[in-house]
């Protein structure tokens, strides 16, 4: 079983870069359309311009969709190529759709959008892997680096430097730490201190004298004086000083900043799927989950049959769940137990469980109980993707028990989820099970991204074919 990270990853803000990338994507579309135009000159026409506009247009979103401009210094190249041509397949897709049901076949029959579809990305990798070797060699050179310090040796000041050190955009070198508090109390707090590079009063004279352009304060948030008396003295420079919130003392789920008539606040908890992303998200999930019904239907039709004649009661069974802010939904199950708990105490499924029907066992171990929770997607109470929901009665034992447990539900519940990929499905008969699972919700709602529920979504199939723990 893997372990859920605890904390979130440092990352850049980097704006000109994303544009950078977007620039030369635009180009290699544009090139590709070119490439076209002189291998194919049936193909040009007095709309190839319009093409170009459509399709990069097209690519832009998708690109967002698939969270491709974002930064991908401390990644792995192979990582962000696929993403960049999973990108461009979908954009090809949408334009082969527009050219079967528009006036513009002509400019996006399948011959054009094949050489389109291999050059372009080509091109547009051949460019990243081009700016990423200018930018290595410029920073090998010192050419663009800044030298930073961090006021502060605590385990936030560590982290922050880890980060920066992962991530060539920041483009800084680090100098050293400088703290006024005793060796004592400073290895007490981080267990192992490196090594000083000296006192406070010392860095501010080594920004003065400009051998370090950047100052980040990672003090905890009590020390507001000391914080205070140190920008003071800062203000007597022209270093870039940064203040690190030591918000991670909160448990921050999918937070981010914004303002109130131009003062700062930042959400410590925070439903992430707000703006483009909730609607994507919900795309998704009434796209795949009529298709999924559709394939599903027969086989439904199948499992109530066998349900009906191989126990007495009703097909499906209806349970109370909480839904998206708490609020409580029917989600639906093929029944697959003689009994429908439905109240205060509600019993998990165990192994060999005596209230099995005698398909009960079949059904809970390949998932088809599931199924009509397919309904509950399409009509919005559900996702595709998303934290399981629990029983009620069982909501309200754990949210006593595990602290921020109401927190996954931020978010709507799913059919399935990070944490049932992840090792932990099945029943919860220990506290530290459950608990595992909650970091794993709370993992899923601060990282979210759509390419992480594609992936959730894959492997839920091979989970779903080991049948472990599902009884």
């Not at 979908?90 to 759709?97: K, R």
């Not at 908890?269 to 009434?286: A, S």
Request: proline letters at 4%; charged letters at 20%; a positive charge.
């Amino acid at each position: 079983m893997t372990t859920p990270t605890s904390r979130p990853a440092v990352q850049t803000t980097q704006v000109w870069t994303i544009w950078l990338y977007r620039l030369l994507d635009c180009l290699a579309i544009a090139y590709g359309v070119h490439f076209i135009t002189v291998v194919m000159p049936e193909f040009n026409s007095d709309s190839t311009f319009l093409s170009y506009l459509v399709a990069t247009g097209l690519f832009m979103i998708v690109a967002e969709f698939f969270g491709l401009y974002r930064d991908w210094s401390s990644v792995n190249f192979g990582k962000e190529a696929g993403c960049s041509i999973l990108a461009w397949t979908v954009t090809v897709v949408l334009l082969m759709a527009i050219g079967q049901y528009s006036v513009y076949t002509r400019e996006f029959r399948a011959e054009a959008l094949a050489v389109w579809y291999l050059v372009a990305p080509v091109i547009a990798l051949a460019l990243r892997i081009t700016y990423r070797s200018i930018r290595k060699m410029l920073l090998q050179r010192g050419i663009g680096l800044k030298k930073y310090a961090v006021v502060g040796c605590n385990p936030l000041g560590l982290d922050l430097v880890k980060g920066i050190s992962q991530s060539e955009a920041f483009h800084l070198q680090f100098h050293g730490f400088y703290e006024d508090r005793d060796a004592i109390r400073t290895q007490a707090a981080v267990n192992k201190m490196p090594e000083l590079a000296g006192r406070v009063e010392d860095l501010i004279k080594e920004v003065k004298e400009n051998r370090v352009q950047v100052v980040f304060i990672s003090l905890p948030m009590r020390a507001e004086a000391r914080i205070q008396k140190i920008l003071a003295q800062l203000a007597d420079s022209t270093a870039s000083v940064y203040i690190v919130p030591d918000l991670f003392v909160f448990q921050l789920m999918h937070s981010r900043w914004t303002n109130v008539q131009g003062l700062p606040v930042v959400s410590v908890f925070e439903n992430p799927f707000y703006g483009v992303d909730g609607v994507f998200k919900r795309g998704v999930d009434l796209i795949v989950g009529a298709i999924a019904l559709a394939l599903a239907a027969i086989p439904m039709l199948i499992v109530a049959g066998a349900v009906k004649l191989t126990s007495k009661g009703p097909v499906f069974f209806k349970q109370k769940r909480y839904g998206l802010d708490g609020k409580p939904i029917d989600v639906w199950k093929f029944r697959s137990m003689t009994v429908c708990e439905n109240g205060a105490k509600v019993v998990q499924a165990t192994k060999n469980d005596s209230r099995l029907t005698p398909i009960g066992g079949f059904l809970r171990k390949t998932s088809l109980d599931e199924l009509p929770q397919l309904f509950n997607v399409l009509n919005g109470t559900m996702s595709l993707v998303g934290p399981r929901p629990h029983a009620n009665a069982h909501n309200e034992f754990y949210r006593t028990q595990i602290s921020g447990y109401m927190l996954r539900h931020k978010v709507k519940p799913g059919i399935t989820g990070l944490a049932q990929v992840s090792g932990c499905r099945g029943e919860t008969d220990t506290l530290d099970k459950m608990e595992t699972r909650i970091r794993f919700d709370h993992q899923y709602i601060r990282e979210w991204s759509l390419l992480m529920d594609l992936k959730i979504m894959l492997k839920t199939m091979f989970v779903v074919l080991k049948r472990e723990n599902a009884y």
